[in-house]
């Protein structure tokens, strides 16, 4: 390198430049696109370069020595607040997702990449008819179960159920390995309330792929609601193994084991340990996880402790404005302070919100 340098400096700054870049270039494949970050390593042979000629020019064009220093610092400064100012605007545009992607479908509207991505900040931003345009679009393009799945969060959030299915079916069907098309179905029928669906689509997308955190943790959420308490106290505590920070699937499985009615899987102790654990992390301090430790002590005959958490969770769900979970509390407070434990015949109504429908 040090001989190709002496002999010749330029060629030594081409052969970097094309050695740098080899290993992100189309001459050595990877499974990665083309993107901009890949030219800033290079690029510096290319300063390097351009730097040289422009010194050369200089000491040429300009004989004398402090009018050449001020002719090379006036345009080092205009070079720098040039670059200064594209920068500013490349950011702006970076963080300004849709006119950047929608500049992309402009300069690209056969790139599937850029209808997909366009569609999904649309969707994001709230426009899903637009959404929708753009993500029909790519599907001419390429069908895959991935772009299927976002059309059926669009038309489920359009209120579109039929839509959402169809394209909820195709999804699978083009590509059953695909977990987040199951999940998101399974969403759906989750929010109908037709759970034994739910289920079956989950098992389908736990099969699919087994160490899916997210797939195992609405499993047993499905199963709860199907009244198959054990089995989603086994699946909740898979979700929370493969996904330490799923922490919901920790505070169901402790509410589950506090309240249920099945003497058999009723489990206090284990349910007021995770709910402690869960309090003490601070992350998921919610009138819900009051329940949970409410019902577990109270279950142990500590009904003072038990009511002083039921009120601590009923404070906080007035101040949220829950009206399920105001009168559920009042309800099961009711109860220790007549020195009776809860026990749930009839799982909690969970809702499941639209805004959990993900393609992350």
């Not at 100012?85 to 992309?104: C, F, G, M, Q």
Request: aromatic share 8%; hydrophobic share 45%; with cysteine.
């Amino acid at each position: 390198a040090i001989g190709c340098w002496r002999r010749s400096p330029f060629g030594f700054l081409g052969m970097s430049f094309f050695i740098v870049l080899a290993p992100t270039s189309s001459f050595m494949p990877i499974a990665d696109l083309a993107f901009e970050h890949r030219m800033y390593v290079p690029l510096a042979s290319v300063v390097v370069l351009v730097v040289a000629v422009l010194y050369g020019l200089s000491l040429r064009a300009i004989e004398d020595e402090s009018a050449r220093r001020l002719a090379l610092r006036t345009a080092v400064t205009l070079a720098t607040l040039c670059l200064i100012i594209t920068t500013v605007n490349r950011n702006r545009d970076y963080a300004e997702h849709i006119p950047l992607w929608a500049k992309s479908v402009e300069l690209s509207p056969w790139n599937y990449r850029a209808l997909f991505t366009y569609g999904q900040v649309l969707g994001r931003d709230g426009q899903s008819e637009a959404q929708i345009e753009q993500l029909e679009k790519s599907l001419k393009i390429i069908e895959r179960g991935k772009t299927h799945t976002g059309l059926g969060i669009a038309h489920a959030r359009l209120g579109d159920t039929v839509k959402a299915i169809e394209h909820y079916e195709a999804a699978i069907r083009t590509d059953p390995s695909y977990v987040l098309g199951y999940i998101n179905y399974g969403n759906l029928r989750a929010r109908e309330g037709d759970f034994p669906a739910a289920v079956d689509l989950y098992r389908r997308a736990l099969k699919a792929q087994p160490n899916h955190g997210q797939a195992a943790f609405r499993l047993g959420m499905a199963l709860y609601q199907n009244h198959q308490s054990a089995e989603a106290v086994e699946l909740m505590g898979k979700a929370i193994s493969i996904r330490p920070e799923l922490r919901g699937a920790d505070l169901w499985r402790s509410w589950i084991l506090a309240s249920t009615a099945d003497d058999s899987l009723r489990d206090s102790r284990a349910a007021l340990q995770i709910a402690e654990r869960l309090r003490q992390s601070g992350k998921v301090v919610t009138p819900r996880l009051w329940d949970a430790i409410a019902a577990a002590q109270a279950d142990q005959g500590k009904f003072d402790e038990a009511i002083s958490a039921a009120e601590k969770g009923l404070e906080m769900a007035e101040r949220a404005d829950d009206l399920e979970l105001i009168n559920g509390l009042r309800s099961r407070l009711a109860l220790y302070r007549r020195g009776q434990p809860y026990r749930e015949t009839e799982p909690i109504s969970v809702i499941k919100r639209q805004d959990e429908d993900s393609l992350d």
